[in-house]
């Protein structure tokens, strides 16, 4: 069984920056876009960065555009997010997501359910 696993959240001051990181245990996750989204308090979840399987394709939320970068390293199974220029309205919980039922796509999706592999997310916390 897949499980995806994040780690790396924390609390920042503003202007400060986190890595987020995406692993997979059970499978790998090489062949599949994968996604990242966040939740805040009272808010419904929203997409923030996407990459296909290659890493030759990324997108970004306008709100993070130029402060967030999303990566992967296929050789160890994991998907990144660089969090820089951190504001408080980053402030959220992030989730991992994998879309498993596309194999080698060339484009990443930034629709919640177009991902069927989820993990348990981790809280970023920016303080002013």
């Known amino acids: 069984q897949v499980q995806v696993v994040e780690s790396g959240g924390g609390l920042v001051q503003a202007g400060g920056s986190l890595r987020l990181s995406c692993s997979a245990s059970?499978?790998?996750?090489?062949?599949?876009?994968s996604g990242w989204f966040r939740q805040a308090p009272g808010k419904e979840r929203e997409f923030v960065a996407g990459?296909?399987?290659?890493?030759?394709?990324?997108g970004y939320a306008d709100s993070v555009k130029g402060r967030f970068t999303i990566s992967r390293d296929n050789a160890k199974n994991t998907v990144y997010l660089q969090m820089n220029s951190l504001k408080p309205e980053d402030t959220a919980v992030y989730y991992c997501?994998?879309?498993?039922?596309?194999?080698?796509?060339?484009?990443?999706?930034?629709?919640?359910?177009?991902?069927?592999?989820w993990g348990q997310g981790t809280q970023v916390t920016v303080s002013a």
């Open positions: 997501a994998v879309d498993s039922s596309h194999i080698y796509s060339a484009i990443y999706s930034s629709a919640l359910y177009d991902y069927d592999l």
């Open positions: 059970g499978r790998t996750i090489r062949p599949y876009a």
């Open positions: 990459i296909n399987f290659s890493g030759r394709s990324t």
